[in-house]
T-cell receptor
Framework: GDSVTQMEGPVTLSEEAFLTINCTYT??????LFWYVQYPGEGLQLLLK?????DKGSNKGFEATYRKETTSFHLEKGSVQVSDSAVYFC??????????FGAGTRLTVKP | SAVISQKPSRDICQRGTSLTIQCQVD?????MFWYRQQPGQSLTLIAT?????????ESGFVIDKFPISRPNLTFSTLTVSNMSPEDSSIYLC?????????FGPGTRLLVL
């Protein structure tokens, strides 16, 4: 079945460091791919998405490119801030059906 | 986009009791789902809430324990029945709008 594998956390970075959170997926066909963020004590918010191969999703300085050949959707940000501290979830969905989530990666950014 | 609200936002309950969580969407969505997020873990799908018919449950979840209603396109309820401490979790409602799934803020449940 469909599944998502995320980089194990937690990840701790200094402010302005470069961030990469790896995400790979297993699915038949062409799923849509998502990154969600969960700030402490809050629900999930959509961060970015890509619906077809080679699409790049971007938002708030974060980017991820849908790579069909490597079945990956790695999240990157060039310069993280303390306010980016949160848990990040990679997810996939086929045909706007239910989502499959990765395990989540906790990011802590220190000043 | 869709904005999803949930009530209550949190509750503390005694074992053996039941709690009903309400989910309201501000616009019509095609699909609605209920997820559980146990402390420090990812989201697990409980069921798909179907309008006007019985919900579709994932493996490991049953209607007697988690009855779900969806009387219209913008409202759904999840009941956690005969609760035990193992049911302590965050319960999230979600809905598909366009090409995106939106999530409610979650209901934080603690069972003593």
């Amino acid at each position: 079945g469909d599944s998502v594998t995320q980089m194990e956390g937690p990840v701790t970075l200094s402010e302005e460091a470069f961030l990469t959170i790896n995400c790979t997926y297993t699915a038949t066909g062409y799923p849509s791919l998502f990154w969600y963020v969960q700030y402490p004590g809050e629900g999930l918010q959509l961060l970015l998405k890509a619906t077809k191969a080679d699409d790049k999703g971007s938002n708030k300085g974060f980017e991820a490119t849908y790579r069909k050949e490597t079945t990956s959707f790695h999240l990157e940000k060039g310069s993280v801030q303390v306010s980016d501290s949160a848990v990040y979830f990679c997810a996939l969905s086929r045909n706007n059906n239910d989502m499959r989530f990765g395990a989540g990666t906790r990011l802590t950014v220190k000043p | 986009s869709a904005v999803i609200s949930q009530k209550p936002s949190r509750d503390i309950c005694q074992r053996g009791t039941s709690l009903t969580i309400q989910c309201q969407v501000d616009s019509q969505v095609t699909m609605m789902f209920w997820y559980r997020q146990q402390p420090g873990q990812s989201l697990t799908l409980i069921a798909t809430a179907n309008q006007g018919s019985e919900a579709t449950y994932e493996s490991g979840f049953v209607i007697d324990k988690f009855p779900i209603s969806r009387p219209n396109l913008t409202f759904s309820t999840l009941t956690v029945s005969n609760m035990s401490p193992e049911d302590s979790s965050i319960y999230l409602c979600s809905g598909w709008g366009g090409e995106t799934q939106y999530f409610g803020p979650g209901t934080r449940l603690l069972v003593l």
